[in-house]
Each structure stands twice: as structure tokens, then as C-alpha cells.
């Protein structure tokens, strides 16, 4: 398969024609290989328009979820970036192109494994790594805040107030919020006062978000 004349067509048709228009999003998406995130035998499938498996119940976002929560962080190139759920690594991968540095924290320790490697072949050395995987662990990166952008990989009931608390004076947060099967996609601006300023994107459908304020803390 040609992967390159596969990508093309995927930000053409998919991404483009749906109205993303940030050039550096864009080119992110043509630069990243995305079949290298996905289990072989979904290779020929990596530039579909669909979310994909990539193991541990867990699955890839569809190309247009990843350009359209990226084109609503707004990134500049100086950024620092937190990311919930590393996942294939895939997001981390066109984040890590966009901004200064990226901090990427997964729970599932075979996920983040095979991510790593995936973003050393690419050469993605701006990209811290951890691993929570302790349920109860609560969500996010203290120690490193403040964010000036986060993007949540994972739907959650509300948005967390322990992640707003680590986004800067004029950061974004991009988060899908709703029920476990069902969500919208939130976006929040920080002012530089510290009061949070909500604009609802699309519909979408992400697997749970696990962790203190995650799914585990309903009844």
C-alpha cells in the first residue's frame, strides 16, 4: 500500500473537506505516519475514516477527532502541552510537532510502551511520558503545572476541576464530556482572572475516562 498517497487522501478528504483549516494542523497530519501507531494487521486501514483497536480495549481516534481537537488547542509552537491518555501514541505524535513540549500520561503500561517507541522512531524527543496506573491516581500532572494547553483523550462526566486548576492564564482545555457512551466536545479558555469560558464543539463517542473525577468516582 502507498501510505503517503493514503495520508494525502485522508487530510483532503477528510480533514480539509471537514472544514479544519489551521496549515500547521494540516501539515502535522501530512508529516505523521499513522499506520505505524496501529496493530499490523489494521495497517491497511490506518488512514480510514474510523477509530481503530489498538489493543487493551482501547482504540486510536478517528483522523478528524485528532485534527479537530488539535486545531481547538490553538497552538503556536511554544506551548506546554498536557495530554490524558497517550494512548498509540498517535495525538501525542502530532502534538509533539505543534508545540514545545509535550507531558502525555497513560494508564495502561503496555500502551505506553509501545507509544514510546513509536515516538523515538520518529525522533519525538520533546515528549514526556508516565505512567498511572493506579485507578485511583487522580488525573493529570501536577508537578508540572501549569498547562498551557491540555487535550483529553477520554470521554469524562464532567470536566474535572484538578485539570482547570493546572491550566495557565489563558490556556485551553479540549475535553469530551457527557455520558460513557455519548459525549460532546468541550472546549474551555482560561482568562488571564482565572474564570473558565465554555464552548461546546461537536458530538463524539470516546471510551471512558478512568481516574479520580473520571468514571470510577459515580456511584
Same mark, same amino acid.
Given at each position: 500500500?502507498?501510505?503517503?498517497?493514503?495520508?494525502?487522501?485522508?487530510?483532503?478528504?477528510?480533514?480539509?473537506?471537514?472544514?479544519?483549516?489551521?496549515?500547521?494542523?494540516?501539515?502535522?497530519?501530512?508529516?505523521?505516519?499513522?499506520?505505524?501507531?496501529?496493530?499490523?494487521?489494521?495497517?491497511?486501514?490506518?488512514?480510514?475514516?474510523?477509530?481503530?483497536?489498538?489493543?487493551?480495549?482501547?482504540?486510536?481516534?478517528?483522523?478528524?477527532?485528532?485534527?479537530?481537537?488539535?486545531?481547538?488547542?490553538?497552538?503556536?509552537?511554544?506551548?506546554?502541552?498536557?495530554?490524558?491518555?497517550?494512548?498509540?501514541?498517535?495525538?501525542?505524535?502530532?502534538?509533539?510537532? @505543534?508545540?514545545?513540549? =509535550?507531558?502525555?500520561?497513560? %494508564?495502561?503500561? !503496555? *500502551?505506553?510502551? /509501545?507509544?514510546?517507541?513509536?515516538?523515538?522512531?520518529?525522533?519525538?524527543?520533546?515528549?514526556?511520558?508516565?505512567?498511572?496506573?493506579?485507578?485511583?491516581?487522580?488525573?493529570?500532572?501536577?508537578?508540572?503545572?501549569?498547562?498551557?494547553?491540555?487535550?483529553?483523550?477520554?470521554?469524562?462526566?464532567?470536566?474535572?476541576?484538578?485539570?482547570?486548576?493546572?491550566?495557565?492564564?489563558?490556556?485551553?482545555?479540549?475535553?469530551?464530556?457527557?455520558?460513557?457512551?455519548?459525549?460532546?466536545?468541550?472546549?474551555?479558555?482560561?482568562?488571564?482572572?482565572?474564570? @473558565?469560558?465554555?464552548? =461546546?464543539?461537536?458530538?463524539? %463517542?470516546?471510551? !471512558? *475516562?478512568?481516574? /479520580?473525577?473520571?468514571?470510577?468516582?459515580?456511584?
Amino acid at each position: 500500500m502507498n501510505f503517503d498517497f493514503a495520508r494525502n487522501k485522508m487530510v483532503q478528504e477528510q480533514i480539509i473537506a471537514r472544514g479544519v483549516t489551521d496549515r500547521r494542523v494540516i501539515d502535522a497530519m501530512l508529516k505523521i505516519p499513522r499506520h505505524i501507531f496501529v496493530q499490523e494487521a489494521f495497517a491497511l486501514q490506518a488512514y480510514s475514516d474510523t477509530a481503530l483497536p489498538i489493543g487493551e480495549k482501547q482504540t486510536i481516534s478517528q483522523p478528524y477527532m485528532v485534527a479537530l481537537m488539535t486545531e481547538l488547542l490553538s497552538l503556536t509552537g511554544n506551548e506546554k502541552v498536557l495530554e490524558i491518555g497517550t494512548g498509540s501514541g498517535y495525538q501525542t505524535a502530532i502534538l509533539a510537532t @505543534l508545540a514545545n513540549r =509535550v507531558y502525555s500520561a497513560e %494508564r495502561i503500561r !503496555p *500502551l505506553a510502551l /509501545r507509544a514510546r517507541k513509536c515516538l523515538d522512531s520518529l525522533k519525538l524527543f520533546n515528549v514526556m511520558l508516565r505512567i498511572n496506573d493506579n485507578e485511583g491516581s487522580p488525573i493529570g500532572w501536577d508537578e508540572e503545572a501549569p498547562f498551557d494547553a491540555i487535550i483529553v483523550t477520554a470521554g469524562a462526566p464532567s470536566v474535572p476541576s484538578i485539570l482547570t486548576e493546572q491550566l495557565a492564564a489563558g490556556g485551553r482545555l479540549v475535553i469530551p464530556v457527557g455520558t460513557d457512551s455519548d459525549q460532546q466536545l468541550i472546549k474551555i479558555v482560561k482568562s488571564s482572572v482565572g474564570e @473558565l469560558e465554555s464552548f =461546546v464543539s461537536v458530538g463524539c %463517542r470516546f471510551v !471512558p *475516562l478512568i481516574g /479520580r473525577q473520571g468514571w470510577q468516582a459515580l456511584p
